[in-house]
Every structure is written in structure tokens, then in C-alpha cells.
């Protein structure tokens, strides 16, 4: 097989003359083709089969020990300008780029099958959504991407009639750590991943492609590309909402995406449209309109159990590959946060005595969408989901309230630019150290931060019927270090709120930051919430968020004057507010 796209055919010839393969393999995305590639990997030990009565059809990968997460260190984002890069992305050169990774390419598919693996991002017959070719050696990646992607004949199709696709080539090369490199070339919309065979750094499709090519590719064409979960919100009268959000890892990202209601709340549903990746266009009614242009999920395992994540964990049950999770005596797949089962065999597939973590804390679990018991139907919409708010999320112990709105779209720009997490003491030996993570992108955004707040901006007077914006913090602590509000399925108290301001319907209250709910604005029957815990979740201390502003200026100022003037207006217009409340 071959195909009738001139430039198609030309590189793969090209990359074949470079990496010297003993064959070449055009993938179908077929059952049988499938199939044959995971025998292949059980006859290797590439693959471990897991207990066909618990798991049917699961199967288990070890990577190599150094190659266990993204390497945000060796990714790089390649214009020709350093300052189009910006100081939020390692830089370097195309040309030295290229040069480096080629040598590292030479020769390194010898003795190995080179697939070429057609995809598209999002459902193939969506105008939103966007095509790529991964060029592979890893039969591991080519699997992984049938699940993440519309991958196969279907996208080859639609890449011949457009003449328009994102080139990927990924060797694992010899997995040397120190010849490991993630290169993007966004001005020729193409990546360079050489080294390594973890999932973020080898499946090209998803944060290289999907995130850092797909967000310069937005701003070309006036779309956006996000790093964001999105969701169906049901009220028991039938009327649902679509709510994007963004949030920084260890944020419960995922767990919202497929929150289960309370029983306190009768009537309620979510629905999963995506748990990741987000693609905003305005529609032809002027309203934004989202798809998720990934097919399935590649998700932390370790904490996921029934009360956690319900829906996750069991879709994972069937039909799923694993990646450096625990091993029970009877081959089911173990994890941190398992409620029964016991290890035999750590990650590593070394003897597992009760020592230290049995899972990989960056273990993964692949598997179709289609398999989330709430996956929503128009998740395969070529039109997309019309989308009614925007969440942005940190994790705070102090200073951000449960929920506020922000006053206008410019505003909600501030809010998603200037959103933080605070790490653990755990985590840095420090606690409460604030870190910046603008829409959750800043390792993912493939251009200059301020060239990006400039573009929401834009899109913000491109749209006719914006969605409101909001910041929700689950995780204010009291005095004792203690969590203030419940999390999980209750979360779905303040997405209620948020619906019902959406439809005109919820009230609130004006302060220097947005708008905030009163303590009767949010349902908390059957919570048991201490009234005075509630009333400090719903305030705001003005002189510690004078302080958080000025930090958001300063932060502001690492990119200069490129910083769009409308967003420091804005940032100068709530630190006068602060401070009139404050003098008050």
C-alpha cells in the first residue's frame, strides 16, 4: 500500500532513505492488522497478556526505567525567531534542530519495521478537526494511536483530498537519555522525536500535535487549542451545558470530566465529551464550539478506584493497555489506590515485597473513549459542542475562593493567564510556592505566551456569544491544613451554580476580583458544611489578592512588550479595585 499524495509519498521514501528500515508498513487501522501487531509484541515480551477472566483483552507495557514521563527539559519549540518561541519554551534553532536530529535518525530503524500511520485529530468528517502522519518504529505507539486517534484509511482519505497534514517522525532510536529530544517546527507544522517510547514524548498525535503544533496552527487560522477537559452538565429538566475547563496537573482534571453526581442530587448527569484535549472554533452562529480531537484516554492510573473515578475504572476493566503498572500473582494489573488485590511484581517486573511504590507513580492506562459508561454521543459531532462556560483551576490553600466569575471575557483572559498551583511540602520541601501555569499550557503551548493571551483576546471580539468564565479552587485548606470543601461528585454543586448564571438564572454577589456566590446561592443540602467554613470559602481576603496581583503583574513582565496592552489594563483595573476595597 501506498498513496496518491505526492508529498506524502515523497517523505516517507525520504525518512526510509534516512532511518534505513528492513521494511515499510502503511497502517490500516484495521481488527486484523490490530491484532497481528499485538502478537507480535506478546511474542517479544513487549507486551505482557493480562488474566483474559478479569481483564479480557488487556495487555500490560514496561517501558525502559529512564523513560517513564515527558521530557519538558529536551522539548523544544523551533522558529526561526527566538522571541516567537518566547520564554515559556526551550528554544532552538530550525536549521541546528534539524541537523541534530537527523544525525540521531541515521540508520536508527535498522533491523526494524517502519509503520507509516495515517490519523486524524478529531471525527474525520469535522471541519474542525485536523490530520497527521506519524512515521514510527514502535509497533507499541502504532496500537496506542489506533486507540488516541481516527487513525487509519479514513484519515488517509482525507489527507489525499486536502493535500494538508502535520509530519511526525518518532524512532525509539537506542533509548539513551542522552540522545533523547522532542523537536517542534511549527512554521513547517512538523515534529522530530527521537529516543524514546513514552507516551507524551512518542505519541505524536497527542500533546506534540494536538497542543503545541495545534496551538500555533490556531492562531493562523483564528481557532484555539487547549489543554482542557470538557464536559456535559444535565440538569433534571434536560437542559445541559458544556463546560470547558482548564487545570494544572494533581488537579482532578480527569475525575471532573467524569464526575459521578451525589445521591443528594437526584436527576443530575454529566456527560464526557473529552478529559484533555480541547479544540474551540467559532461556529457558523457565532457562539464557540468545541471538539475533542482525541478518541480515547491516556490516563494516570495510580489513585483511580470506584469512589474516586467510577467511570474510569470501569471502562478500564476490558480492552485496555497498561503501561509500568503492578503485577498480582494471578496477572490482573495493580496500582496505588487499589482497593483489593495485592502485587507479586513491581513495575520494573522485578519481586515486589511491600517496599516502596509497586506501580509507577506516571503509570498509564490506554483506552477507547467509547468504553466511558457517560461518554457523550456528541462527542463525534463535526459541528462540536457549543460551549457555555470556561472553567480555569488551580490548586490553592489559601487566597482563591471556591468559585468566582469573571466580569468579562478580556477579564476571564487575566484569570486563565494568571492561574497558579501551589505545591506541597512534599513535593519541594516548601510549602505554598506559587507557580503560574497559564490555561494549564505552559508546557504545552508551542509559541510566546504573550502572543497567546493576544490571540484569546482576539477570538474574544471574533465570537458573538462569548461563555462566561469562571476559577473554581476544590482545594482551600483551614488553619489545621485540612480540605474546606468535600471535591469530587459534590464539585457538581458549583457546577450547578455555574449552569444556572449561564442561563441567567443564579445570583451573585459584586466584588474587586468577579463575581462570587452568596452562601444561599450554592445548593449544599445534605452537605453537612459548617456554616462559618462556608462563608470563608466564598470570601476573599483583599490584601492577600492585592499581593496575588502584583505577583501576576511581575509574572506579566517576564514577556515584555509583546504582553498585549488590554491584559495589563486589565490586571491595573483590578489592582485599583483591590485597593479602593481595601482603603474601604
Known amino acids: 500500500m501506498s498513496t496518491s499524495n505526492a508529498s506524502l509519498k515523497n517523505w516517507v521514501e525520504e525518512v526510509a532513505r534516512l532511518t534505513t528500515p528492513d521494511?515499510?508498513?502503511?497502517?490500516?487501522?484495521?481488527?486484523?492488522?490490530?491484532?497481528?501487531?499485538?502478537?507480535?509484541?506478546?511474542?517479544?515480551?513487549?507486551?505482557?497478556?493480562?488474566?483474559?477472566?478479569?481483564?479480557?483483552?488487556?495487555?500490560?507495557?514496561?517501558?525502559?526505567?529512564?523513560?517513564?514521563?515527558?521530557?519538558?527539559?529536551?522539548?523544544?519549540?523551533?522558529?526561526?525567531?527566538?522571541?516567537?518561541?518566547?520564554?515559556?519554551?526551550?528554544?532552538?534553532?530550525?536549521?541546528?534542530?534539524?541537523?541534530?536530529?537527523?544525525?540521531?535518525?541515521?540508520?536508527s530503524m535498522r533491523g526494524r519495521t517502519m509503520y507509516v500511520v495515517p490519523y486524524c485529530m478529531g471525527p474525520v468528517d469535522s471541519p474542525f478537526a485536523r490530520c497527521g502522519v506519524e512515521i514510527t518504529d514502535s509497533p507499541y505507539v502504532v496500537v496506542n494511536m489506533r486507540i488516541m486517534t481516527r487513525m487509519g484509511d479514513d484519515a488517509l482519505r482525507r489527507i489525499e483530498r486536502e493535500n494538508s497534514f502535520v509530519k511526525g517522525l518518532h524512532s525509539l532510536g537506542d533509548l539513551s537519555p542522552d540522545r533523547r529530544f522532542i523537536m517542534h517546527f511549527p512554521e513547517e507544522l512538523s515534529i522530530k522525536s527521537v529516543g524514546s517510547g513514552y507516551g507524551g514524548n512518542a505519541l505524536l498525535g497527542k500533546k506534540c500535535h494536538a497542543l503545541r503544533i495545534a496551538s500555533w496552527q490556531a492562531r493562523e487560522e483564528g481557532w484555539l487549542a487547549e489543554h482542557m477537559l470538557i464536559m456535559g452538565v444535565q440538569s433534571p429538566s434536560g437542559e445541559t451545558h458544556y463546560i470547558a475547563g482548564a487545570f494544572p496537573s494533581a488537579c482532578g482534571k480527569t475525575n471532573l470530566a467524569m464526575l459521578v453526581p451525589p445521591e443528594s442530587m437526584p436527576g443530575w448527569k454529566i456527560w464526557t465529551v473529552g478529559d484533555d484535549i480541547c479544540w474551540l472554533q467559532v461556529g457558523a452562529d457565532g457562539q464557540l464550539r468545541a471538539i475533542n480531537p482525541e478518541a480515547g484516554y491516556f490516563g494516570v492510573v495510580p489513585g483511580t478506584n470506584r469512589k474516586t473515578n467510577c467511570n474510569a475504572y470501569d471502562?478500564?476493566?476490558?480492552?485496555?493497555?497498561?503501561?509500568?503498572?503492578?503485577?498480582?500473582?494471578?496477572?490482573?494489573p495493580w496500582w496505588e489506590g487499589m482497593e483489593t488485590g495485592t502485587p507479586v511484581t513491581d513495575w520494573q517486573g522485578k519481586p515486589y515485597s511491600g517496599n516502596g511504590?509497586?506501580?509507577?507513580?506516571?503509570?498509564?492506562?490506554?483506552?477507547?473513549?467509547?468504553?466511558?459508561?457517560?461518554?457523550?454521543?456528541?462527542?463525534?459531532?463535526?459541528?462540536?459542542?457549543?460551549?457555555?462556560?470556561?472553567?480555569?483551576?488551580?490548586?490553592?490553600?489559601?487566597?482563591?475562593?471556591?468559585?468566582?466569575?469573571?466580569?468579562?471575557?478580556?477579564?476571564?483572559?487575566?484569570?486563565?493567564?494568571?492561574?497558579?498551583?501551589?505545591?506541597?511540602?512534599?513535593?519541594?520541601?516548601?510549602?505554598?510556592?506559587?507557580?503560574r501555569d497559564s490555561m494549564a499550557m505552559k508546557p504545552f503551548c508551542g509559541y510566546n505566551f504573550a502572543d497567546y493571551f493576544k490571540h484569546w483576546l482576539a477570538v474574544g471580539k471574533k465570537a458573538t456569544k462569548l461563555p462566561r468564565v469562571f476559577h473554581v479552587n476544590w482545594f482551600r485548606q483551614d488553619k489545621n491544613g485540612k480540605f474546606m470543601w468535600?471535591?469530587?461528585g459534590e464539585n457538581l454543586r458549583v457546577l450547578k451554580w455555574i449552569a444556572q448564571r449561564c442561563e441567567g438564572k443564579a445570583m451573585a454577589v459584586e466584588t474587586a476580583i468577579g463575581f462570587l456566590p452568596r452562601a444561599q446561592d450554592l445548593d449544599v443540602t445534605g452537605l453537612n458544611l459548617d456554616p462559618a467554613t462556608l462563608q470563608t470559602l466564598l470570601s476573599i481576603d483583599e490584601a492577600a489578592w492585592k499581593q496575588e496581583m502584583e505577583s501576576i503583574g511581575k509574572y506579566l513582565d517576564e514577556y515584555q512588550t509583546r504582553v498585549p496592552a488590554e491584559l495589563r489594563k486589565e490586571q491595573q483595573s483590578v489592582a485599583q479595585r483591590l485597593s479602593a476595597a481595601n482603603a474601604a
Open 23 to 107: 521494511s515499510i508498513h502503511w497502517c490500516t487501522g484495521s481488527d486484523t492488522e490490530n491484532s497481528n501487531l499485538v502478537d507480535v509484541m506478546v511474542r517479544s515480551g513487549d507486551l505482557i497478556k493480562l488474566n483474559p477472566l478479569t481483564h479480557p483483552n488487556c495487555y500490560l507495557h514496561r517501558s525502559h526505567p529512564s523513560d517513564v514521563a515527558r521530557v519538558e527539559h529536551l522539548t523544544y519549540v523551533c522558529t526561526k525567531s527566538r522571541e516567537d518561541a518566547g520564554p515559556n519554551n526551550h528554544w532552538k534553532d530550525p536549521a541546528e534542530a534539524h541537523r541534530k536530529m537527523d544525525a540521531l535518525f541515521a540508520g
Open 315 to 332: 471502562m478500564i476493566q476490558r480492552d485496555t493497555i497498561f503501561t509500568n503498572v503492578a503485577l498480582t500473582a494471578d496477572n490482573q
Open 486 to 488: 468535600p471535591g469530587y
Open 357 to 435: 511504590l509497586a506501580a509507577h507513580p506516571n503509570s498509564r492506562f490506554t483506552v477507547s473513549a467509547k468504553q466511558n459508561p457517560i461518554y457523550s454521543s456528541l462527542a463525534e459531532a463535526p459541528e462540536g459542542v457549543p460551549i457555555s462556560a470556561i472553567l480555569f483551576g488551580g490548586r490553592r490553600r489559601e487566597v482563591a475562593p471556591l468559585v468566582y466569575e469573571a466580569r468579562n471575557w478580556a477579564h476571564g483572559v487575566l484569570v486563565g493567564a494568571g492561574m497558579a498551583s501551589e505545591t506541597t511540602a512534599a513535593a519541594v520541601g516548601q510549602m505554598g510556592v506559587v507557580r
